[in-house]
């Protein structure tokens, strides 16, 4: 289960409308892909979630979600474990779904929160119920949540830009720059550092055995 949480929505202008026009999209193209198996819920003001179909897809699916947020920060928490109540197809994960794996997010959600004095705070929190698997894949989480908070405004908009071109030359073609300018942008704002960093997570998440489930009723969800 992933439950994201958008930082100082208060103070953002038109603040719904922006929150929903970038789930829709998130929606269809995550479930397009196959990255989700439900549409993208809001829970809350400033709070929304989904089921994530594949565990491997999981950093992906987060790195893309901050992608689209930006300059909007997102606080994201990832719950490991049964799905009692699965939604219908097309109904709200938010008011058909429960079981342990919607409870184990919204403790990691909490423990974010909680980060106040915290050296190397988080962003993100993945909670599996393994405490030696948690412990390794926080750790990775922290080092790339630090990496994404160095990056600047522009680096921003190169970031963007390269998710949305196949190349770093028709990124330099989309912005009107050098193909130089595009490489070293990326480079300086780890682009390619954090890229990896979600590629190993995502392999890591993968290779994590599922527990069976105990009755036909409930499935492994993350």
């Known amino acids: 289960m992933l439950l994201a ?121 993945v909670a599996t119920g393994d405490t030696d698997f948690d412990s390794v894949a926080n750790t990775l989480y922290r080092l790339h949540d630090a990496l994404l908070r160095r990056i600047t405004a522009r680096q921003w908009e190169v970031v963007q830009a390269q998710e949305q071109q196949p190349t770093q030359g028709e990124t330099a073609a989309a912005l009107r720059v050098d193909k130089s300018t595009v490489s070293r942008t990326l480079a300086r704002a780890a682009y390619w550092e954090l890229r990896e960093s979600v590629a190993t997570l995502g392999a890591l998440l993968e290779r994590r055995p599922f527990v069976a489930p105990s009755d036909t009723t409930s499935m492994n969800c993350i």
């Open 5 to 125: 949480d958008v930082v100082g929505s208060r103070r953002v202008a038109n603040f719904a409308a922006r929150r929903d026009g970038i789930l829709s999209e998130a929606s269809r193209r995550h479930r397009q892909q196959g990255l989700t198996s439900t549409a993208y819920a809001v829970t809350a003001w400033d709070e929304f979630q989904a089921m994530v179909g594949d565990v491997g897809s999981v950093p992906s699916v987060i790195w893309d979600l901050r992608v689209r947020f930006h300059p909007l920060r997102l606080r994201v928490a990832i719950g490991w474990g049964m799905v009692s109540t699965v939604p219908s197809p097309g109904g709200k994960v938010n008011k058909q779904g429960s079981g342990p794996a919607f409870e184990s997010a919204r403790r990691a959600m909490d423990e974010i929160k909680r980060q106040k004095g915290v050296r190397l705070r988080a962003a993100t929190r």
